[in-house]
């Protein structure tokens, strides 16, 4: 009996001793990227910026890519990524279904803008009156569906949008006369080079809005999700993470909220400008 109660003790004493965790695999978090640009380049400029994310707060987050915007939204919509850059229409449409919630936008604002290419004789948006505009997709919120909306109920053009996936490609689109004109955004606008951007004039504007927030999958712990946000707040402490943060257009990152960045987007009413991809 005595040979048995030490033989227990002794087993008890090796369970003590397994350090914690051991055995226990660290969960991975992903983080899904809408796909503003090929994934080549979404890989070159996220995957920096994750794996420091990734140090920074202890847990693993890998990127995630999209070729498809409407895999994307597909996604979103059936909860897959644990974490999510999207645009602003995106946030306020998964947060009102009890979706993801945002934690980091950049502080400056979203602006959707029309370019033309230079001597192209196309200096207004009446000018575009009949023809083909290109736009990256049907439901991009700024490039798109803000721009059409604008270009319909305010200016009163008629046009013929056509698609072209990514906003590079719209650029290019247009820098080619491929397109009387093409919609993007400042913010990858300025992140082409020099000898594209110096082909194209902006010919028009929409008024800017919150923009693309970081967002959390409401399953993720909420301990992780302040951490998540207090670790991208910290690297913009530092100018040597200028370029990194840049690159995944939060040069400026500032906290989220639903209710001052993305619930007004709900008087826009944009609702019949979103459509899916063919």
């Given at each position: 009996?005595?040979?048995?109660?030490?033989?227990?003790?002794?087993?008890?004493?090796?369970?003590?001793?397994?350090?914690?965790?051991?055995?226990?695999?660290?969960?991975?978090?992903?983080?899904?990227?809408v796909?503003?640009?090929?994934?080549?380049?979404?890989?070159?400029?996220?995957?920096?910026?994750?794996?420091?994310?990734?140090?920074?707060?202890?847990?693993?987050?890998?990127?995630v890519?999209?070729?498809?915007?409407?895999?994307?939204?597909?996604?979103?919509?059936?909860?897959?990524?644990?974490?999510?850059?999207?645009?602003?229409?995106?946030?306020?449409?998964?947060?009102?279904?009890?979706?993801?919630?945002p934690?980091?936008?950049?502080?400056?604002?979203?602006?959707?803008?029309?370019?033309?290419?230079?001597?192209?004789?196309?200096?207004?948006?009446?000018?575009?009156?009949?023809?083909?505009?290109?736009?990256?997709?049907?439901?991009?919120?700024?490039?798109?569906?803000?721009?059409?909306?604008?270009?319909?109920?305010?200016?009163?053009?008629?046009?013929?949008?056509?698609?072209?996936?990514?906003?590079?490609?719209v650029?290019?689109?247009?820098?080619?006369?491929?397109a009387?004109?093409?919609?993007?955004?400042?913010?990858?606008?300025n992140?082409e080079?020099?000898?594209?951007?110096?082909?194209?004039?902006?010919?028009?504007?929409?008024?800017?809005?919150?923009?693309?927030?970081?967002?959390?999958?409401?399953?993720?712990?909420?301990?992780?999700?302040?951490?998540?946000?207090?670790?991208?707040?910290?690297?913009?402490?530092?100018?040597?993470?200028?370029?990194?943060?840049?690159?995944?257009?939060?040069?400026?990152?500032?906290?989220?909220?639903?209710?001052?960045?993305?619930?007004?987007?709900?008087?826009?009413?944009?609702?019949?400008?979103?459509?899916?991809?063919?």
């Amino acid at each position: 009996m005595k040979l048995i109660r030490l033989l227990l003790l002794l087993m008890c004493g090796m369970v003590l001793v397994v350090p914690a965790g051991a055995g226990a695999q660290q969960k991975k978090y992903t983080l899904a990227v809408v796909p503003q640009a090929q994934v080549s380049e979404i890989f070159e400029r996220w995957l920096p910026f994750l794996k420091r994310l990734s140090r920074d707060t202890g847990v693993e987050i890998d990127l995630v890519p999209y070729n498809s915007f409407q895999q994307f939204e597909t996604d979103l919509q059936k909860g897959v990524p644990d974490f999510a850059y999207m645009n602003p229409y995106q946030a306020m449409n998964a947060k009102t279904s009890g979706g993801y919630i945002p934690l980091i936008r950049d502080k400056a604002d979203l602006v959707g803008i029309l370019v033309a290419h230079k001597g192209s004789g196309i200096n207004s948006v009446k000018d575009l009156s009949g023809k083909q505009i290109s736009f990256p997709g049907p439901a991009n919120f700024a490039a798109s569906v803000y721009l059409r909306a604008l270009l319909t109920e305010k200016e009163h053009v008629a046009f013929t949008p056509v698609y072209a996936k990514t906003h590079g490609n719209v650029y290019r689109t247009v820098s080619l006369d491929k397109a009387a004109a093409g919609g993007g955004v400042l913010k990858t606008f300025n992140k082409e080079q020099p000898e594209l951007k110096n082909q194209l004039t902006i010919i028009y504007e929409t008024p800017g809005t919150a923009s693309h927030p970081i967002a959390a999958h409401p399953r993720v712990p909420e301990a992780l999700r302040k951490s998540v946000a207090k670790a991208i707040l910290a690297l913009a402490q530092d100018s040597a993470n200028k370029e990194m943060l840049n690159n995944v257009q939060l040069p400026d990152p500032i906290e989220a909220d639903f209710q001052r960045d993305y619930s007004p987007l709900k008087k826009l009413k944009l609702e019949k400008y979103f459509t899916k991809e063919e």
